[in-house]
């Protein structure tokens, strides 16, 4: 009985053991893959990932002008954030310049092209809309140029240009890239042009100005080449990117937005049945941008309605319906924006 006893406690005990070597061996032995990689990270020091690049610095490049039609030019954003697409519109007598971008050097890479594809002609600056990338260095033209803005849109940036221009080097601009706004203090423009519409003769050279109130801003216009039927849209259009509901309170609150009314711009600007569509940021494109555009909108709102409050998983859903649009970051507040003003 007893040995039969000392013979199960000895079963007992080596089970016991034999649990705890192989448990230890176990805990204690890395997986083969672990070993590989272990072997290779001894052999290369190179680390596991690539660090992430840096934010591009938002500055023009001027280098690469394409001409879409003749004597229309436009500079590419290369798709770097806070960087619009600017356009440069040749006539015999004066050459239109449609924004200069962000910041004093970035305003003389402009108007030194401008001055290199329209040698001699007097220069005339409009911006789409008085947000900062679009014309905060518009300072750099006023000595030879004139200015001509919308009535909106000047009275946007006489109203606004303080606030946005802190706002902007306070949160939207990371330290190392907020030095672009110093020195800046936005011209009032020359001349402004009040209603809906307006034209400008460049020589031998229509251009028509289109407003219709307060959308993505307050001031925001297009610039129509209507032979051409190319339309400049600033950021009432943005190419496979989420669009700028710029509801950032206190900052730019919603009596500087109109959803409603920017729907109904995208409508007019395809009935005037462009061929090419420059937006604000992005590649260009023709209706099809303005159309998706549109689409996107209406899924917005009847998501939000579905979901009936703006959140994370809302937010989610909608990223997931645009798996190739960039700038996911202004999903959440075009919700928010919807909810309490929409
Ligand atoms: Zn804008």
Redesign the pocket.
């Known amino acids: 009985m007893e040995a039969s006893q000392s013979s199960d406690d000895f079963g007992a005990r080596r089970r016991l053991l034999k649990a705890a070597l192989l448990g230890g061996l176990a805990a204690a032995a890395p997986p083969v893959g672990a070993m590989a990689q272990d072997r290779n990270q001894r052999q290369d020091p190179a680390p596991a990932t690539l660090p992430a690049p840096a934010r591009p610095m938002p500055v023009v490049d001027a280098r690469f002008p394409a001409e879409m039609a003749p004597g229309v030019f436009v500079l590419p954003d290369k798709r770097i954030p806070l960087v619009p697409n600017i356009g440069i519109v040749v006539g015999r007598d004066s050459v239109l310049v449609v924004d200069c971008g962000l910041g004093i050097g970035s305003a003389e890479e402009v108007l030194a092209l401008a001055r290199r594809l329209a040698p001699g002609r007097r220069i005339v600056l409009t911006v789409t ?1 008085a ?1 900062p990338e ?1 014309g905060f260095g518009a300072q750099v033209f006023k000595p030879d140029a004139r200015i001509y803005y919308n009535a909106a849109q000047r009275d946007h940036l006489l109203r606004s240009a303080r606030t946005l221009l802190d706002g902007f080097r306070a949160v939207v601009l990371p330290p190392a890239q907020r030095h672009l706004l110093d020195g800046i203090a936005p011209p009032p423009p020359d001349q402004t042009y009040d209603g809906s519409r307006a034209t400008l003769d460049l020589g031998g050279r229509i251009v028509e100005f289109r407003t219709w109130g307060t959308a ?2 307050p001031g925001d216009q297009i610039v129509l080449l209507p032979e051409e039927r190319i339309v400049f849209a600033g ?1 009432l259009i943005e190419e496979r990117m989420f669009p ?1 509901v ?1 509801f950032f309170p206190p900052m730019i609150g919603a009596g500087d937005i109109d959803l409603a009314r920017w729907e109904t711009t995208l409508a007019d600007i395809l009935s005037l049945q462009p061929r090419l569509i420059v937006p ?1 940021h992005g590649n260009l494109g023709g209706p099809e941008i303005a159309e998706g555009l549109l689409g996107y909108f209406r899924e917005l709102r009847a998501m939000l309605r579905a979901a009936g409050q703006p959140g994370p998983g809302l937010e989610a859903s909608i990223r997931a319906r645009y798996p190739t649009w960039e700038n996911a970051e202004y999903i959440a507040p075009a919700t928010r924006y919807l909810s309490q003003a929409g």
Do not use: A, L
Request: no cysteine; glycine share 12%.
């Open positions: 809309h947000h679009h993505h801003s950021d700028i710029p604000g």
